[in-house]
């Protein structure tokens, strides 16, 4: 049987591909959620690199931040991200929920980022 650590790279994996052919060369919001934090960054696969990016651990979030696993962090995140986004000059991603259900947290980040300007 396989281990829960392949059947999430699985998940991850099949995720991923399927972005990939809807992707039209947008870049993509990649979310990472563990239980303490969340993360958030833009990737522009075509050249590798990471466009903008923001943390629930970030200096100048994390004073507003009583804990960084809420929804209400998600949402600051989501938003802090957009901003950075479009100050790079990115509107248009491809939202990358990395294997997560879209609820909660994660589903938090990407309204919030919806609301701040991204298009997805």
Known sequence: MASQAKKNAARVRRTRLKIKKVADGRPRLSVFRSSKNIAAQIIDDAEGKTVASASSLDKSLREDLAKGSTSEAAAQVGKAVAERAIKAGVKEVVF?????????????????????????
């Open 96 to 120: 990358d929920r990395g294997g997560y259900m879209y609820q909660g947290r994660v589903k938090a980040l990407a309204e919030a980022a919806r609301e701040a300007g991204l298009n997805f």
